[in-house]
Nanobody, 123 residues
Framework: QIQLVETGGGLVQAGASLRLFCAASGRTPTIYGLGWFRQATGKEREFLAS???????YYADSVQGRFTITRDNDKGGVWLQMNSLKPEDTAVYLC?????????????????WGQGTQVTVST
């Protein structure tokens, strides 16, 4: 079992940056792949970025170049740095874990989910 808790959400203006953190705890979380997703009101969940245990990374085209995922095994989790935020980035941002020992970041099968943190970007 892996427990995930996201922090760092909030209200920011368009063009600002925000950094989210997902704390992973439980049984050997360092072997799991970690990913970030978001879900806006009335929309489907959207994949953003992922990182394997060996730090192979994968990004959605929609955030490539603006968002950066970084694994932090010292703190036991994963960061999502978000730059040049837009109002359309407003959503609940969720962290997920899965694919123990997976080597391809775009093929992680997620088993565990956090509750999410709200990010609101105003104009």
């Amino acid at each position: 079992q892996i427990q995930l808790v996201e922090t760092g959400g909030g209200l920011v203006q368009a063009g600002a940056s925000l950094r989210l953190f997902c704390a992973a705890s439980g049984r050997t979380p360092t072997i799991y792949g970690l990913g970030w997703f978001r879900q806006a009101t009335g929309k489907e969940r959207e994949f953003l970025a992922s990182v394997t245990w060996s730090e192979s990374k994968y990004y959605a085209d929609s955030v490539q170049g603006r968002f950066t995922i970084t694994r932090d095994n010292d703190k036991g989790g994963v960061w999502l740095q978000m730059n040049s935020l837009k109002p359309e980035d407003t959503a609940v941002y969720l962290c997920a874990a899965g694919g123990p020992w997976a080597t391809e970041a775009h093929k992680i099968s997620y088993e565990y989910w956090g509750q999410g943190t709200q990010v609101t970007v105003s104009t």
